[in-house]
């Protein structure tokens, strides 16, 4: 039997583009850039206002047991040296959504996660 060999060429590969108008052409990137950070600061801001909404709408006896919870997890999980930071940051701040959580409320709430120091 005899077999052929065929050689196959890849195709060419596209060089770069050239650095000559540099710049120019990218405008529409800078505006989905711009548009990205605008959502997300959106978002950022209205975050906390759809959380009260949430908690508003849950019954009564629901939304006691949740903040009884929410501060019982407080208390446990954010002593000492806070193993568990990431959870104790995000019960602090469901934490401090609750219309329940008063002046004590917030100031251990405080107490138990500061929040960013500079």
Same mark, same amino acid.
């Given at each position: 039997?005899?077999?052929? /060999?065929?050689?196959?060429?890849? =195709?060419?590969?596209?060089? =770069? =583009?050239?650095? !000559?108008?540099?710049? !120019?052409?990218?405008?529409? !990137? ?14 950022? /801001?209205?975050? =906390? ?5 949430? *908690? &508003?709408? /849950?019954?009564?006896?629901? $939304?006691?047991? *949740? @903040?009884? $919870? ?15 930071? +990431?959870?104790? %940051?995000? !019960?602090?701040?469901? /934490?401090? *959504? @609750?219309?329940?959580? +008063? ?5 251990? &709430? ?7 120091? %500079?």
């Amino acid at each position: 039997m005899a077999s052929a /060999l065929r050689v196959i060429r890849a =195709p060419a590969i596209p060089s =770069p =583009p050239s650095s !000559e108008g540099a710049g !120019e052409g990218h405008g529409w !990137e800078v505006w989905i850039a711009f548009g990205a950070v605008v959502a997300a600061a959106i978002m950022a /801001l209205t975050a =906390p206002a759809s959380g009260e909404r949430a *908690l &508003a709408k /849950l019954p009564p006896a629901e $939304r006691a047991a *949740l @903040f009884s $919870r929410t501060r019982a997890n407080v208390a446990s999980l954010c002593t000492g040296e806070a193993v568990f930071r +990431d959870v104790c %940051r995000e !019960e602090v701040q469901i /934490l401090r *959504l @609750f219309p329940e959580c +008063d002046q004590a409320c917030q100031a251990a &709430a405080r107490a138990a996660w500061p929040g960013p120091t %500079r």
